[in-house]
């Protein structure tokens, strides 16, 4: 998103609502709900993306039908102070990080791993351990998803067919 704060009115309030629950609603069906032509609608959304309130449509899929069947969070230690641009760097290498961010507290990245099964969800630990700058890992794995309708309960891509050779 822009560094300035994006300036939205409530129909635009209205068009994100109606798009977050289904971004396939189309604008006709949008603008008769709140009032607007189908062409108003567009130019609000194409708005919207220009300034960066909306950054992209996604379908949201069950992991296990892309083979991600284990899923688990990651805090992750580092030795000193790792720059959260070289921790990014990292997690991009990993197919298998669907999510990374820098948090407080005592650890200082939490990532979001899923992985094909739990020998699969080792290697990738395995291999997160070995960056040289990673000092501990603590990890959590996800038994069942209590808001199975959120964003993370979903998946964006498919699992690897296997993973990468390590040696």
């Known amino acids: 998103m822009n560094s300035r704060?994006?300036?939205?009115?409530?129909?635009d309030r209205?068009?994100?609502?109606?798009?977050?629950?289904?971004s396939r609603t189309s604008f006709a069906e949008i603008g008769a709900a709140i009032g607007l032509s189908s062409t108003?609608?567009?130019r609000r959304v194409d708005r919207l993306r220009e300034t960066g309130v909306i950054t992209g449509f996604t379908a949201t899929v069950e992991p296990s039908a892309l083979g991600w069947r284990t899923e688990a969070y990651v805090?992750?230690?580092?030795?000193?102070?790792?720059?959260?641009?070289?921790?990014?760097?990292v997690v991009r290498g990993y197919?298998?990080?669907?999510?990374?961010?820098?948090?407080?507290?005592g650890?200082?990245?939490?990532?979001?791993?899923?992985?094909?099964d739990v020998e699969h969800f080792e290697e990738v630990l395995e291999r997160i351990r070995t960056e040289p700058f990673i000092r501990k890992t603590i990890?959590?794995?996800?038994?069942?998803?209590?808001?199975?309708?959120?964003?993370?309960?979903?998946?964006?891509?498919?699992?690897?067919?296997?993973?990468?050779?390590?040696r």
């Open 107 to 116: 650890a200082d990245a939490l990532l979001h791993v899923r992985a094909r």
């Open 75 to 89: 805090e992750v230690y580092c030795e000193g102070a790792a720059p959260p641009r070289r921790l990014a760097e």
């Open 14 to 22: 209205k068009i994100i609502t109606a798009l977050m629950a289904n």
């Open 139 to 166: 990890s959590v794995m996800v038994l069942s998803h209590l808001i199975p309708e959120s964003p993370e309960a979903g998946a964006s891509h498919p699992a690897p067919e296997r993973a990468p050779d390590v």
């Open 95 to 105: 197919p298998e990080i669907t999510a990374a961010m820098t948090v407080t507290g």
């Open 5 to 11: 704060a994006a300036s939205f009115d409530e129909l």
């Open 40 to 42: 108003a609608v567009k």
